[in-house]
């Protein structure tokens, strides 16, 4: 496995698959296909009342075919570093060497172990991050469902909200999906690990899940777990509403067996809101 800044070295197990080139030539053929299978059911069901269409990147569509990604480039490192380096991995010179690795796109650097008698990365091999974001690129993820607040719902000033989001396959996870380039197959897992709530009055509130449902028997008690007050009407905000947005952050961890290797990135969907919130009319 790939070792990268402040993470661990891990042998690197069998032959690495360099990528595909080009007829004629050592560089990595643009024109390569990508396979994308998707594994998470495709949730076509449409978001909530109160929320909007998806504002964040828009999922490229399985199947077509699609340009390679840039590669790695492994060098072998000269001087090796120590016996005692965690790079080694319990393995001496005489079972092959320490080779760093670059990835240009992704930023990813860091240095892994080669057997001797393996396929030395002596050409540029498929960056899987790369890879793995393709496969995320086809699941379709949205922006959270805003169930509430509801754009039909009235709400009071000094009154707790509950703040709650629908789970889907699509819009909360988890979601799985497969990905091949250059020979190199990587499954690629994402799960919403938390959503920031802009209340649309200048505060905001992040949640660790999707919120709880209020029900009728909660009385005035705030939510357990994602709730907000509002401290002012709307009513000089246009048309009366707070404009908001639950933006949500996805972690997607990624494996690619044939490298050994694997790691982790985040990527947000974002949906729009809208509170109408007024102050309670009392008569004398």
């Not at 296909?33 to 999922?59: F, I, Q, R, W």
């Not at 509002?230 to 707070?242: H, L």
């Not at 404009?243 to 290797?261: E, I, R």
Request: proline residues 9%; positive net charge.
């Amino acid at each position: 496995m790939l070792r990268r800044a402040a993470a661990t070295a891990v042998v690197l197990a069998g032959v690495l698959t360099p990528a595909a080139h080009a007829d004629g030539g050592g560089g990595v053929c643009e024109g390569a296909g990508m396979d994308v299978t998707v594994y998470a059911s495709d949730d076509t069901a449409t978001p909530g009342s109160s929320g909007s269409a998806d504002t964040g990147p828009k999922p490229a569509r399985a199947g077509g075919k699609k340009p390679t990604p840039p590669p790695c480039t492994y060098t072998k490192l000269n001087p090796q570093p120590p016996k005692n380096n965690l790079g080694w991995e319990g393995h001496t010179a005489k079972d092959g060497a320490v080779y760093q690795v670059h990835c240009p796109d992704s930023g990813r650097v860091g240095i892994t172990f080669v057997p001797t008698g393996a396929a030395g990365p002596a050409a540029p091999t498929i960056d899987p991050e790369l890879v793995a974001r393709r496969a995320v690129d086809s699941m379709k993820l949205v922006g959270p469902k805003v169930a509430s607040p509801r754009a039909a719902g009235k709400y009071v000033v000094g009154m707790p909200m509950w703040m709650w989001a629908t789970r889907s396959t699509s819009s909360y996870g988890p979601a799985t999906a497969k990905a091949t380039a250059g020979g190199v197959t990587v499954t690629a897992t994402a799960k919403v690990s938390t959503i920031r709530w802009d209340m649309g009055d200048g505060t905001t509130v992040t949640c660790q899940g999707p919120g709880t449902p209020y029900t009728a028997d909660r009385g005035k008690s705030t939510s357990p777990d994602c709730g907000h007050r509002y401290v002012r009407s709307a009513a000089d905000q246009p048309d009366g509403r707070y404009k908001g947005t639950a933006t949500a952050t996805w972690t997607v961890t990624w494996t690619a067996p044939a490298l050994n290797d694997g790691g982790e990135f985040t990527e947000t969907r974002q949906t729009a809101f809208t509170a109408a919130v007024g102050e309670v009319q009392v008569l004398n």
